[in-house]
């Protein structure tokens, strides 16, 4: 019994800082589900309705691909949507036009699913991330307070707000964030089996490969997305060009 314990007491020495980063991961959830009210509440802005009209369109057509909207959004808007289709939203947002439309968010049971959905990916998303870095940091002292750093950014009231605006904005940050996680441990990887890639380097570079086909940002496509929340993804594409 006495040499279990000490085998606990050995065990929490060594892993004290990642212990610290789990408990810095799970409070960083915890406040963001307990403080931020009702996640259900969303809000439109003037160009919504651009992405939730094109949910009428087939995905798998070409129209769906030539339209104003790039397909992505209105896929995922298509996950969701109601067997009448998507109507006007509850609350609308027109930050040109002051004093027009609310900046109140609502409870509207037409996009709860998917404003609910944009948050829980992101708090998955920020997560995958943090613990990824801190599992890369060779100086353990330094992964607690990346963990923090970054969990004060993830889970601030900024970035917790993109998440019940019904645009393209929540999902591109947490798509970043997996991106870029996905870069670290590639770059990682690779350098470690130079001489022969592993299954799972294959794997992840498929993934990250599928994630800047979705964002819209290779060579081709990269212009038509170029928004000022997709330069950070731009950044990442753009990494392998270089290196």
Same mark, same amino acid.
Request: net charge positive.
């Given at each position: 019994?006495?040499?279990?314990?000490?085998?606990?007491?050995?065990?929490?020495?060594?892993?004290?800082?990642? #212990?610290?980063?789990?408990?810095?991961?799970?409070?960083?959830?915890?406040?963001?589900?307990?403080?931020?009210?009702?996640?259900?509440?969303?809000?439109?802005?003037?160009?919504?309705?651009?992405?939730?009209?094109?949910?009428?369109?087939?995905?798998?057509?070409?129209?769906?691909?030539?339209?104003?909207?790039?397909?992505?959004?209105?896929?995922?808007?298509?996950?969701?949507?109601?067997?009448?289709?998507?109507?006007?939203?509850?609350?609308?947002?027109?930050?040109?036009?002051?004093?027009?439309?609310?900046?109140?968010?609502?409870?509207?049971?037409?996009?709860?699913?998917?404003?609910?959905?944009?948050?829980?990916?992101?708090?998955?998303?920020?997560?995958?991330?943090?613990?990824?870095?801190?599992?890369?940091?060779?100086?353990?002292?330094?992964?607690?307070?990346?963990?923090?750093?970054?969990?004060?950014?993830?889970?601030?009231?900024?970035?917790?707000?993109?998440?019940?605006?019904?645009?393209?904005?929540?999902?591109?940050?947490?798509?970043?964030? #997996?991106?870029?996680?996905?870069?670290?441990?590639?770059?990682?990887?690779?350098?470690?089996?130079?001489?022969?890639?592993?299954?799972?380097?294959?794997?992840?570079?498929?993934?990250?490969?599928?994630?800047?086909?979705?964002?819209?940002?290779?060579?081709?496509?990269?212009?038509?997305?170029?928004?000022?929340?997709?330069?950070?993804?731009?950044?990442?594409?753009?990494?392998?060009?270089?290196?």
């Amino acid at each position: 019994m006495k040499n279990s314990w000490i085998e606990i007491n050995n065990w929490m020495k060594a892993n004290f800082a990642n #212990i610290l980063v789990a408990i810095i991961v799970v409070a960083g959830i915890w406040f963001r589900l307990s403080f931020y009210g009702d996640m259900r509440l969303s809000i439109a802005t003037n160009d919504s309705s651009s992405y939730y009209r094109q949910t009428n369109i087939s995905i798998f057509s070409r129209e769906a691909f030539t339209s104003r909207r790039l397909p992505g959004y209105p896929a995922f808007l298509n996950l969701f949507k109601p067997a009448d289709g998507y109507p006007e939203p509850l609350a609308t947002s027109y930050p040109a036009a002051p004093g027009v439309g609310t900046r109140h968010k609502a409870f509207d049971e037409n996009y709860s699913n998917v404003v609910v959905a944009q948050a829980i990916f992101a708090i998955v998303a920020w997560t995958i991330f943090i613990i990824g870095l801190c599992r890369r940091l060779s100086n353990h002292s330094l992964r607690p307070i990346a963990a923090l750093v970054i969990a004060l950014f993830a889970f601030s009231p900024s970035m917790a707000e993109w998440d019940s605006i019904l645009m393209t904005e929540s999902l591109c940050f947490s798509l970043f964030a #997996i991106l870029s996680i996905l870069t670290l441990e590639l770059t990682f990887r690779v350098d470690k089996e130079k001489q022969k890639i592993g299954k799972g380097t294959k794997i992840l570079f498929i993934l990250w490969a599928l994630i800047v086909s979705v964002l819209g940002i290779n060579e081709r496509f990269e212009c038509k997305f170029s928004r000022d929340h997709s330069c950070f993804p731009d950044f990442i594409s753009s990494y392998p060009r270089f290196s």
